[in-house]
């Protein structure tokens, strides 16, 4: 998945606890992006970042943050988890837009 | 960003034929991509038209642009069942950071 790996791969937590994940990419790529994606609405961009401490906001920013610090990692913090969160998360890479995007595995979350 | 609509839905054929699939778009774009995605992966990038081309080959891939009508297509030559997946058109413009994705074209090939 051209160098670009998603941490946990899988998690089931309970509603009002917080929940990390992780996108590493070792593409030394400039953006990096967060999307869901659900039965019936395709992809939807969440939050991306254009820098290290860059990021702004996607489509379906609510409830969810992220954060920068190294060109590297992108995290995405939901910081009290609801079910309408359950989702399959991708992390993607991108060099200067609009070029092609390269997807992670994906994170399946699960909340109770 | 600007998001394309895939049509159809979905769509199976047998093994050996063709698949094409459309997509339109509302504003002018600089150019257009096309991704695949296997049940249960990441999307994959296919091909990036961009808007002074008419028409792009990739192995069994033909993509078509008419920037006058709106609308793309891709072709899927002597399909196979590893086929199988979900197609995503993206246009785009210069300057533009985000993509959006419809839902896509579902593809199944009977073998």
């Known amino acids: 998945d051209a160098g670009i790996t998603q941490s946990p791969r899988h998690k089931v937590t309970e509603t009002g606890t917080p929940v990390t994940l992780r996108c590493h990419q070792t593409e030394n790529h400039r953006y990096m992006y967060w999307y869901r994606q659900d039965p019936g609405h395709g992809l939807r961009l969440i939050h991306y970042?254009?820098?290290?401490?860059?990021?702004d906001k996607g489509e379906v920013s609510d409830g969810y943050s992220v954060s920068r610090s190294k060109t590297e990692d992108f995290l995405l913090t939901l910081e009290s988890a609801t079910s309408s969160q359950t989702s399959v998360y991708f992390c993607a890479i991108s060099g200067t837009p609009p070029n092609e995007q390269f997807f992670g595995p994906g994170t399946r979350l699960t909340v109770l | 960003s600007q998001q394309g609509e895939e049509d159809p839905q979905a769509l199976s054929i047998q093994e050996g034929e063709n698949a094409t699939m459309n997509c339109s778009y509302k504003t002018s774009i600089n150019n257009l991509q096309w991704y695949r995605q296997n049940s249960g992966r990441g999307l994959v990038h296919l091909i990036l038209i961009r808007s002074n081309e008419r028409e792009k080959h990739s192995g069994r891939l033909r993509v078509t642009l008419d920037t006058s009508k709106k609308s793309s297509s891709l072709l899927i030559t002597a399909s196979r069942a590893a086929d199988t997946a979900s197609y995503f058109c993206?246009?785009?413009?210069?300057?533009?950071?985000?993509?959006?994705f419809g839902t896509g074209t579902r593809l199944t090939i009977i073998p």
């Open positions: 970042s254009y820098g290290v401490k860059d990021t």
């Open positions: 993206a246009p785009s413009n210069f300057g533009n950071e985000k993509l959006t």
